[in-house]
Every structure is written in structure tokens, then in C-alpha cells.
């Protein structure tokens, strides 16, 4: 199946802890994303790697920093977690001009 | 800057009939929308989109109206069914750009059988 995928689907984890989420594409598209989801359902986005070049990062707290090791991946690592961060984690991907496509899923609890 | 918003956060129809959800944008510099679907659990799903250049696209049993007058737009579903009960999401393109979606609230659509 031509999808994008997401690794954990659920992460549960402590204040302090660093935890990462992993995306992966296999549409063959060039622009990758992260956007967050809060628990009043809004989307925003985070970052967005094209070619593996970061081409936008929103005003995010220094303790997120995504990772694209190749045009199919992008992971995204988060330190220090605290309680705020629990959100819904999205990753998207698209080709030129098209819209994204979306993974499932990621539920981040930090207790 | 770009903001997106919806009129109504809950929308409930009943099976069969049609359902109508607005979104109003702020910025004009948008020059693509796009309607998504999110289902309980689940990641946006694209539905249809539209040019700033078109008034009017339809789709399978969805049509979007574009209105930059007022910067208003509209999703029509026709003959709802239970499986369109979701959030549904309208989003413009920020400054031109393709690479960042600007979002609104969600306006979940309940449909009662």
C-alpha cells in the first residue's frame, strides 16, 4: 500500500523524557511535515523538509527538531517532554504542488 | 496574516439530506483551498480542493463554493450519509505558498440515521 506511516501510534511517557516519532513515505513525493493537533482539534504545522532541506519551522519550542535522513523519512525527536506537548503528531507528505497526504497518527501523553 | 475559521463547530443532519459547512478566510494571499475529512482516529483525509481563480468545484456528492467577496467557502454534501459523520477541516495555502496549510477549527458533522 502507497501510504504515509507513522511509528509509535500511541506514546505514553513522563515530563522530562525525550521520545521520538518516526514517519515514512513511500508516494515518491519531496516535501515531508510535521503538524500538531491539539485536543480542540486544530491543526498546525510545525515544520516542512523538502529534499531533505528544512523549508519551514514555525514557532516551536527549540526542544522539538525534526530529522529527514533521506526524501521518504522524517522523524521527529522531542526533548525535555512536558505536559503541554500532548497533542495528536501528523505527519503529511506531498508532491510539488499537490495537497498532503496524511499519516494516522501519533497520540503523545506526557503525565 | 492568513487565519481560517469555521461558522458553526457542530453540524447535525439527517441521513439523506444535505449538509453545508462554512469557512471564512481572512487573507486574500490564499490562492488554494482544501477541504479535508477526519474520521475518529484517524489522520485528514483530502476531499476536493479549489483555485481562487474558480467560483464553483464539484466532486462525488461534494461540491465547494468559493466566494472571495466576502472570503467565504462552503462544502455541500449531498444525500448525506452515517459514513460522512466526521470533522471536516477547511485549509488555505499561506502567502502563496504550498509547502504550509494554514487551518480551521473543525466543524464535526453528526448524521443521524
Known amino acids: 500500500d502507497t501510504a504515509v506511516s507513522q511509528t509509535p501510534k500511541y506514546l505514553v511517557t513522563q515530563m522530562g523524557n525525550d521520545k521520538s516519532i518516526k514517519c515514512e513515505q513511500n508516494l515518491g513525493h519531496d516535501t515531508m511535515y510535521w503538524y500538531k493537533q491539539d485536543s480542540k482539534k486544530f491543526l498546525k504545522i510545525m515544520f516542512s523538509y523538502n529534499n531533505k532541506e528544512l523549508i519551514i519551522n514555525e514557532t516551536v519550542p527549540n526542544r522539538f527538531s525534526p530529522k529527514s535522513p533521506d526524501k521518504a523519512h522524517l522523524n521527529l525527536h522531542i526533548n525535555s517532554l512536558e505536559l503541554g506537548d500532548s497533542a495528536v503528531y501528523f505527519c503529511?507528505?506531498?508532491?510539488?504542488?499537490?495537497?498532503?497526504?496524511f499519516g494516522p497518527g501519533t497520540r503523545l501523553t506526557v503525565t | 496574516g492568513e487565519s481560517v475559521g469555521l461558522h458553526l463547530p457542530t453540524l447535525s443532519v439527517q441521513e439523506g439530506d444535505n449538509s453545508i459547512i462554512n469557512c471564512a478566510y481572512s487573507n486574500s494571499a490564499s490562492d488554494y483551498f482544501i477541504w479535508y475529512k477526519q474520521e475518529s482516529g484517524k489522520g485528514p483525509q483530502f476531499i476536493i480542493d479549489i483555485r481562487s481563480n474558480m467560483d464553483k468545484r464539484q466532486g462525488q456528492r461534494v461540491t465547494v463554493l468559493l466566494n472571495k467577496t466576502v472570503k467565504h467557502l462552503s462544502l455541500q454534501i449531498a444525500a448525506t450519509q452515517p459514513g460522512d459523520s466526521a470533522v471536516y477541516f477547511c485549509?488555505?495555502?499561506?502567502?502563496?505558498?504550498?509547502?504550509?496549510?494554514?487551518f480551521g477549527k473543525g466543524t464535526l458533522l453528526t448524521v443521524n440515521p
Open positions: 503529511a507528505s506531498s508532491q510539488g504542488d499537490g495537497f498532503p497526504k
Open positions: 485549509a488555505g495555502n499561506s502567502g502563496g505558498s504550498n509547502y504550509k496549510l494554514t
